[in-house]
């Protein structure tokens, strides 16, 4: 079963350039690849970030956009989104009791979970007793499935000053329970615009390109009007091969873009 992950897609309305590359540009360009190549593929993921503030202008062209996907998505929010203004654009993606933008969906035989990690006026994520609930419920609806846990916020740090005081702050409630589900086969995050893979409570995980562009891969400044970036990262997106026993493997790719 094959699938493809977005994330950090960052749309803004079309009169607003303020961050460059034009992020509907560079999105535009990666579903022309994932239509010209990846038409095979069965599901779209993808991880947060849709909109850089959340306005129901920028929603509106994320939408236009990722409508000439010729594949279906599934999506959850990031720091940036607005959850309101998110489940007004995107009606059809499931939310739990609670109002949270979580589900699971099962793609090739594998479990496909999706959770909302976004505090609202925060750049950092958490899980909440609620969301901590919902998961656990979740696991335990599908214990002999391969699941693959996706959110837009890492619960660790990866030794990037900037983006590691903005990570997750739910990482040991969260790690408890995924080492108390064995079938949680892998991690997928957004968040740091770089691709970056490891092990995490012995799962191995997976960080996103952004489709708009990278992050500096800057080890020493955390202040964003410090960050050093020596070597920009181009748009990129995720080609990933999954078997019905949680097996994994998983391509990066890059457009090339004026940056």
């Known amino acids: 079963m094959k699938f493809i992950h977005l994330s950090d897609t960052h749309i803004l309305a079309r009169d607003d350039y303020s961050r460059h590359p034009d992020a509907a540009a ?74 949270f933008i979580n589900h699971g969906h099962t793609f090739g035989g594998v479990r496909f979970v999706m959770m909302d990690s976004i505090v609202p006026g ?9 969301r901590l609930d919902w998961l656990r419920n979740e696991l335990n609806a599908h214990q002999d499935m391969p699941t693959f846990l996706f959110m837009h916020h890492p619960p660790f740090e990866m030794g990037l000053p900037f983006m590691d005081t903005i990570r997750l702050d739910a990482d040991q409630k969260l790690g408890e329970i995924v ?54 990262l181009n748009p990129g997106y995720g080609i990933a091969f999954a078997d019905s026993t949680g097996g994994l493997r998983y391509h990066f790719d890059f457009i090339k873009f004026d940056l």
């Open 26 to 99: 560079t999105l535009g360009k990666i579903i022309g690849e994932i239509n010209k190549y990846h038409r095979d593929a069965e599901i779209c993921v993808i991880t947060g970030d849709i909109t850089h503030h959340g306005h129901p202008e920028q929603y509106e062209q994320a939408i236009a956009i990722l409508g000439d996907l010729a594949i279906p998505y599934i999506l959850i929010p990031g720091n940036h989104d607005e959850r309101a203004a998110f489940k007004q654009a995107f009606p059809d993606t499931p939310v739990d009791e609670n109002g």
């Open 122 to 130: 925060a750049h950092h994520g958490t899980l909440c007793q609620h």
């Open 179 to 232: 080492t108390a589900n064995p079938q949680i086969k892998h991690l997928f995050f957004g968040h740091l615009h770089r691709p970056a893979t490891g092990t995490w409570q012995g799962v191995p995980f997976l960080l996103a390109a952004s489709t708009q562009c990278g992050e500096p891969l800057d080890f020493r400044h955390e202040k964003e009007e410090d960050l050093e970036d020596r070597n920009r």
